[in-house]
């Protein structure tokens, strides 16, 4: 297995691996725009040339914690035929890994109340519940 930056000639097959994990994904354009952003890091894992999983960070430069540069983690899946196999714990480890190197001093993140196996998952690399409570607005 290895972990890479998604390359162009890779949008396809991260969109299959997103639909495939979440239902539905955005269209392939939308990927290439978050992929030409300098902001945004979507990390995958292949097996040979296959994705088998992915997350996306997304550095934030005007929400820091004590002026220190931070992260958002999303869109953290994984191949239904390959979970279970430490794939997104590897990803994980190596995304905060990768963090640190460049200076980042928080990585956050949001998780739906019922994803009993991701909150397992973020806890078992580090991460902390923390008391929140999310709103939202549809425009």
Request: proline share 2%.
């Amino acid at each position: 297995m290895e972990i890479e930056i998604l390359k162009p000639t890779d949008l396809k097959s991260y969109k299959e691996l997103i639909d495939e994990c979440f239902g539905t994904s955005n269209d392939l354009e939308k990927y290439q725009k978050y992929n030409e952003n300098q902001a945004y890091k979507i990390f995958v894992v292949k097996e040979g040339t296959t994705i088998i999983g992915s997350a996306t960070q997304y550095a934030l430069d005007l929400f820091t914690i004590d002026f220190q540069p931070c992260l958002m983690l999303f869109n953290v899946a994984v191949r239904t035929d390959y979970r279970e196999k430490q794939i997104a714990k590897y990803l994980l480890s190596h995304i905060i890994e990768n963090a640190r190197k460049e200076g980042y001093r928080s990585i956050s993140l949001t998780c739906l109340d019922t994803a009993y196996p991701a909150h397992k998952l973020y806890e078992s690399v580090g991460f902390t519940k923390e008391n929140s409570l999310k709103y939202a607005m549809v425009l």
